[in-house]
């Protein structure tokens, strides 16, 4: 079965600085998914990633999938108190989305 | 577009009674629902994959007798915990997925205490 890890587990970061993410898998990948969840509550897409090499960025958030397709990275830049939460990846091991198996999360606290 | 909504959104219930919880694609049909389980600072657990019209393909462990999945139309599936214990108490999700090719999106939780 696949497995994901995620690290850091949790994070503190100051308003304005940036961060970092990453999620490793024990398999190869045909698509990586990020999502955030806020506490007690369900899941928000944030970015899927298909391709070795693929960046994709949407407002401060970049996440990236490297070449072997076995790593991917979420960067935020400037971090603000909204971006606090709970970033998961989801791992496609089916080439479909019809399962994902999820990391263990990464809880990002951002302080004023 | 692209919304999934669940009802209710947290339930108490008593030991030995049964809850059903609901899964609707508001804004487009589901092919596929899932339902997920979550532990107190835990990962999702994926409990069960529902395809409208057929038994739900339940993940090695969970029981389906307790944790009984109907998906009687495109846009809802619902979860039927039976005889809920204690130890039932969690944070169920569902999700569901428009084109094969797509993402999961996700409902806000249903939270239940028993």
């Known amino acids: 079965s696949q497995e994901l890890e995620q690290s850091p587990q949790s994070l503190i970061v100051q308003e304005g600085k940036n961060l970092t993410i990453n999620c490793t898998s024990s398999?190869?990948?045909?698509?990586l998914y990020w999502y955030k969840q806020k506490y007690g509550e369900g899941l928000i897409f944030l970015m899927m990633l298909q391709k070795g090499g693929e960046e994709k960025s949407h407002e401060k958030i970049t996440a990236k999938l490297d070449e072997k397709k076995q790593q991917s990275s979420l960067h935020i830049t400037a971090s603000q108190p909204s971006h606090a939460g709970i970033y998961l990846c989801g791992a496609d091991s089916t080439g479909t989305a019809s399962k994902l198996t999820f990391g263990t999360g990464t809880r990002l606290q951002v302080t004023l | 577009g692209a919304v999934v909504s669940q009802h209710p959104s947290w339930v108490i219930c008593k030991s030995g009674t049964s809850v059903k919880i609901e899964c609707r694609s508001l804004d487009f049909q589901a092919t596929t629902m899932f339902w997920y389980r979550q532990f107190p600072k835990q990962s999702l657990m994926l409990m069960a994959t529902s395809n409208e019209g057929s038994k739900a393909t339940y993940e090695q462990g969970v029981e389906k007798d307790k944790f009984l999945i109907n998906h009687a139309s495109l846009t809802l599936s619902t979860l039927t915990v039976t005889s809920a214990h204690p130890e039932d108490s969690s944070f169920y999700i569902c999700?569901?997925?428009?084109?094969?090719?797509?993402?999961?999106?996700f409902g806000p939780g249903t939270r239940l205490l028993v």
């Open positions: 398999k190869t990948l045909y698509g």
């Open positions: 999700s569901a997925i428009r084109d094969i090719q797509e993402t999961q999106y």
